[in-house]
């Protein structure tokens, strides 16, 4: 099968994952495990899953030249990225988290423009005013709270904060994809993950009663270590191989689908004119400042 259609199922197959996500990791906070001990479980559990298949890939050695950029992806895709999605899901709604996340492509854009120099147009910046102004909605005109949900505004807006760190994350990873292999990549970025996340979330991760926990919550956990943060990195990491940052950006516009229908499905969440509203804006947003490049970048 040729490589950029696998590339593409692998996008596909990492966003439906995230999709499903949004609820499935909201069920289990914070009755049986905080926003960042959680992270801790991913991180950890992740590294281990990577190290145990590193003799399975390539022998390489980083480059000493490479560390520093090595270095800035784990804080910004293995801490930062991570610990305010979580905390934002433990204040916010599934489908809040959903539609706001989409605003990483205009994200994407911005940096590449700054890091890259890629030019950005007129068009490009209207998407980018309403992607952004559709998020910001979300953040001013949400319901402070609901069940489940006890600052949604804040919640909001750390998922903004989510977006830009997973943005940046996207195009300052992209050069190592080309010399590394996947799996080289992802034991040494989760390894550093582990101890950068360590000293914000070790009293939370200690706190979980491991030993009492119901299947419920068990299954949930499982999947975001295997499916959300093993599986899905892994995806996209090999999808980077052969698309570009911009172009993997662009699959997130599957997750709010994704998400919303799962939500609904499930009674975790439920549509609003404001969600609706916002939603709107932000999908015309991306797909103005996606078009063009969707269409001549692979």
């Given at each position: 099968?040729?490589?950029?259609?696998?590339?593409?199922?692998?996008?596909?197959?990492?966003?439906?994952?995230?999709?499903?996500?949004?609820?499935?990791?909201?069920?289990?906070?914070?009755?049986?495990?905080?926003?960042?001990?959680?992270?801790?479980?991913?991180?950890?559990?992740?590294?281990?899953?990577?190290?145990?298949?590193?003799?399975?890939?390539?022998?390489?050695?980083?480059?000493?030249?490479?560390?520093?950029?090595?270095?800035?992806?784990?804080?910004?895709?293995m801490c930062i990225n991570m610990l305010f999605?979580?905390?934002?899901?433990?204040?916010?709604?599934?489908?809040n988290s959903s539609v706001i996340i989409t605003v990483s492509p205009v994200m994407v854009l911005i940096l590449a423009s700054i890091i890259l120099k890629e030019k950005i147009t007129l068009l490009k910046g209207v998407g980018i005013a309403f992607?952004?102004?559709?998020?910001?909605?979300?953040?001013?005109?949400?319901?402070?709270s609901v069940t489940n949900a006890p600052n949604i505004p804040l919640g909001n807006l750390m998922f903004i904060v989510n977006a830009f760190s997973y943005g940046l994350y996207l195009v300052i990873v992209k050069p190592l994809t080309k010399k590394y292999h996947a799996i080289t990549l992802m034991k040494w970025l989760f390894l550093m993950g582990v101890f950068l996340n360590l000293p914000v979330t070790y009293s939370e991760f200690v706190a979980v009663d491991?030993?009492?926990?119901?299947?419920?919550?068990?299954?949930?956990?499982?999947?975001?270590?295997?499916?959300?943060?093993?599986?899905?990195?892994?995806?996209?990491?090999?999808?980077?191989?052969?698309?570009?940052?911009?172009?993997?950006?662009?699959?997130?516009?599957?997750q709010p689908l994704i998400a919303i229908i799962y939500a609904i499905l499930v009674g975790a969440d439920q549509l609003t004119t404001i969600k609706v509203a916002a939603g709107l804006l932000v999908f015309v947003g991306v797909y103005l400042v996606s078009f063009k490049k969707t269409k001549t970048r692979a």
């Amino acid at each position: 099968m040729d490589k950029r259609l696998l590339a593409i199922f692998a996008a596909t197959g990492a966003s439906a994952i995230y999709g499903l996500n949004h609820t499935i990791a909201k069920g289990v906070m914070p009755s049986h495990i905080e926003a960042f001990g959680f992270i801790m479980l991913r991180v950890l559990g992740a590294a281990i899953l990577f190290w145990i298949l590193s003799p399975f890939a390539p022998k390489e050695k980083v480059e000493k030249k490479d560390w520093p950029r090595m270095l800035c992806c784990a804080i910004f895709g293995m801490c930062i990225n991570m610990l305010f999605f979580f905390k934002g899901l433990s204040l916010s709604t599934p489908i809040n988290s959903s539609v706001i996340i989409t605003v990483s492509p205009v994200m994407v854009l911005i940096l590449a423009s700054i890091i890259l120099k890629e030019k950005i147009t007129l068009l490009k910046g209207v998407g980018i005013a309403f992607g952004l102004s559709g998020a910001l909605a979300l953040v001013v005109f949400s319901t402070d709270s609901v069940t489940n949900a006890p600052n949604i505004p804040l919640g909001n807006l750390m998922f903004i904060v989510n977006a830009f760190s997973y943005g940046l994350y996207l195009v300052i990873v992209k050069p190592l994809t080309k010399k590394y292999h996947a799996i080289t990549l992802m034991k040494w970025l989760f390894l550093m993950g582990v101890f950068l996340n360590l000293p914000v979330t070790y009293s939370e991760f200690v706190a979980v009663d491991w030993f009492h926990l119901p299947f419920d919550a068990m299954w949930r956990m499982a999947f975001v270590v295997a499916g959300t943060t093993f599986s899905t990195y892994l995806l996209n990491i090999y999808a980077l191989k052969q698309l570009s940052a911009s172009t993997i950006s662009v699959f997130i516009y599957l997750q709010p689908l994704i998400a919303i229908i799962y939500a609904i499905l499930v009674g975790a969440d439920q549509l609003t004119t404001i969600k609706v509203a916002a939603g709107l804006l932000v999908f015309v947003g991306v797909y103005l400042v996606s078009f063009k490049k969707t269409k001549t970048r692979a």
